[in-house]
């Protein structure tokens, strides 16, 4: 049985919060099943290995600060799983502000279709494939990034909340093997690597995909 340290599982990683500007605190993950249909199907199998995406770098030390251009790299990486960039900027996490010098990279997904917890258990080590390690080799100067998935058409007056969260700082991104890396693997890199940080909505770690990582 693999046992989880329970902070990394409730943790929401500030960056990832309400606001790409302005970060949630540390909170429970949320219990509601907001944009999860209860189907169980997994549609996008982990495959065993990848090929690194290549991003234009422009030549500079860090990403693009604005979305339009993020989207441009990033949104041809990602809807082939079924997203878009919804959100997406450099945040200084001392201040918790967007900043174009900032060196963490926060981006998050909305689906393009209706999505069970099983698809974003399913999908997670995918969607994590197409950022990690390629950010931290294309901008020497990133030092951490995270990326979330959102609900599907989320009601509110609010940004979406991120369902699940995964941040990596450098160190641990060039640590894992992110080409071969399962989410059972993802799961058990969590008591061994400092740098890497995981929460997910209640009803994906409930899945039948995330059960099964959990073993």
């Known amino acids: 049985m693999r046992i989880l340290a329970a902070v990394f599982l409730l943790v929401v990683l500030a ?8 970060p949630s605190s ?42 339009d251009t993020l989207a441009a790299i990033f949104d041809p ?19 918790y502000e967007e900043s174009p010098e900032a060196t963490h990279l926060a981006v998050y997904l909305t689906p393009l279709a209706a999505k069970s917890p099983d698809d974003y258990a399913a999908e997670l080590v995918p969607v994590a494939r197409v950022f990690l390690p390629a950010v931290f080799d294309t901008w020497p100067g990133l030092e951490s990034f995270d990326v979330c998935q959102e609900p599907f058409e989320f009601e509110g007056n609010t940004p979406p909340p991120g369902l699940t969260v995964l941040e990596v700082d450098r160190a641990t991104a060039e640590a894992v093997d992110w080409g071969t890396i399962d989410l059972a693997g993802l799961l058990d890199s969590l008591q061994v690597h400092a740098g890497l940080f995981l929460q997910a909505q209640r009803a994906i770690q409930d899945s039948a995909t995330w059960q099964a990582a959990e073993g």
């Not at 495959?47 to 860090?62: A, E, I, K, N, Q």
Request: with cysteine; charged share 15%.
């Open 26 to 67: 540390t909170t429970e993950a949320p219990s509601t099943t907001t944009g999860l249909p209860a189907s169980t199907s997994s549609t996008v199998p982990a495959p065993t290995t990848t090929v690194t995406p290549t991003l234009p770098s422009g030549g500079t030390d860090l990403p693009p600060a604005d979305f």
């Open 77 to 95: 990486l990602v809807e082939p799983l079924g997203y878009r960039l919804g959100r997406a900027a450099l945040i200084d996490l001392e201040t």
């Open 15 to 22: 960056s990832c919060g309400d606001d790409a500007g302005s």
